[in-house]
Each structure stands twice: as C-alpha cells, then as structure tokens.
T-cell receptor
Framework: AQSVTQLDSQVPVFEEAPVELRCNYS??????LFWYVQYPNQGLQLLLKYLSGSTLVKGINGFEAEFNKSQTSFHLRKPSVHISDTAEYFCAVSDGNTGKLIFGQGTTLQVKP | NAGVTQTPKFQVLKTGQSMTLQCAQDMNHNSMYWYRQDPGMGLRLIYY???????DKGEVPNGYNVSRLNKREFSLRLESAAPSQTSVYFCASREVDTRGEKLFFGSGTQLSVL
C-alpha cells in the first residue's frame, strides 16, 4: 500500500530565505510523485511532478524537488521565498498502474516579512 | 472548457439526511477521484474510478458510496450523514499523456453536518 508522510506540519520562514519541505513515501510498486500547492481559499494547483528520468525536477514559481529512491524521499526546495509563497503544500504519490493517488497531510509554509 | 465541475458549492445537512455530490469533467479523462480535506489531515482519498464502469475504495470509504454514471460523471453519496463527515470535498480527474500525468481539481464542496 502507498503512503505519504510530510514531516513538518508548519514551516515558518523569513522572506528571501531558503526553504525545504520534506516528504517521504512508501510503496511496493513504481510510483509517480507530485507536489501540489493550495493558496488560501483556492483549489489545488500542480507545482511539479516526477515520473522518470532526472531525479531533480523543476516546477513553477522557482520550486524544485529531488527524488531520492534509496531514502524514499521527494523533498521540495526553493532558494529564496516570497510572501506570495505562503500556502499549504501537499506531497502526493501515485500508483502508475491503478492511478490511485494518495496525499500527505500537508505542510503550511508561512513566509514572514 | 469548464474542466471539473462540482455541485453544490455549499451544503448544510442534519444528521441522518442523505445527499449526493455531483462531479463532471469535460476533458475525456478516464480516471476520477473523490477526496475530503480536513485540517491537519491533508486530502484523504474516499473512492476513485480508474475508468468508466469501475470504482475502488480509497483510504476512507466508510459512510460513502459512489457511482461512475458515465465517463464524464462521478457522484458521491452520503446515505446517512454524520457530523464526522463535515469536511470540504474535492472531485478530481486525471490526465495521462506522453508527458506524464496530472490531476485537475474541482472547486470543492463545503459540507456541514449538524
């Protein structure tokens, strides 16, 4: 069975500082990995995804994530955050065969001026 | 192109009442999903449908039923609503092509069960 664990429920950070949001997954089959963002009072929006190939994936708004198979991790990073990055971020894992998509509990990124 | 359309946007029920949340997508996607979102718990998969005519349980299916009426529509039914089902419900459909896969979400249904 698939599962996703986001290790931090809240991450406060000052504007222009770097940030890392951690995600670990478990699955018995090959998976696809995703990060979604939800801005206040909005739906979810895809930030980036890993399907295969290069383990470093670049997404929208300057975010990137690195797939580490040995550590079963898919951490999200941004070198310099903005106030507008304040949102909730969800890591997700998909079983490529069945399409079953499971989300983590979410990490609230709070960017302070 | 409307994408994923959910109705209603808001609903208040009394304990024991029943209702159906409707979801439709116009992107010809095979897979559709129902999630609930609760504070601190992220999105939890209730049911999903990998293709027309099939449905499968997700992480939290108890108290819910689904119908994949056709390729476009995937409805979620609460037969006897309970306060624990107070949540925000999202429907989604999955696009798969040569570039990979991506979920498209509806705008959500805020359900309160009193």
């Amino acid at each position: 069975a698939q599962s996703v664990t986001q290790l931090d429920s809240q991450v406060p950070v000052f504007e222009e500082a770097p940030v890392e949001l951690r995600c670990n997954y478990s699955s018995s089959v090959s998976v696809y990995l995703f990060w979604y963002v939800q801005y206040p009072n909005q739906g979810l929006q895809l930030l980036l995804k890993y399907l295969s190939g290069s383990t470093l994936v670049k997404g929208i708004n300057g975010f990137e994530a690195e797939f580490n198979k040995s550590q079963t991790s898919f951490h999200l990073r941004k070198p310099s955050v903005h106030i507008s990055d304040t949102a909730e971020y969800f890591c997700a894992v998909s079983d490529g065969n069945t399409g079953k998509l499971i989300f983590g509990q979410g990490t609230t990124l709070q960017v302070k001026p | 192109n409307a994408g994923v359309t959910q109705t209603p946007k808001f609903q208040v029920l009394k304990t024991g009442q029943s209702m159906t949340l409707q979801c439709a997508q116009d992107m010809n996607h095979n897979s559709m999903y129902w999630y609930r979102q609760d504070p601190g718990m992220g999105l939890r998969l209730i049911y999903y449908s990998a293709s027309e005519g099939t449905t499968d349980k997700g992480e939290v299916p108890n108290g819910y039923n689904v119908s994949r009426l056709n390729k476009r529509e995937f409805s979620l039914r609460l037969e006897s609503a309970a306060p624990s089902q107070t949540s925000v419900y999202f429907c989604a459909s999955r696009e798969v092509d040569t570039r990979g896969e991506k979920l498209f979400f509806g705008s959500g249904t805020q359900l309160s069960v009193l």
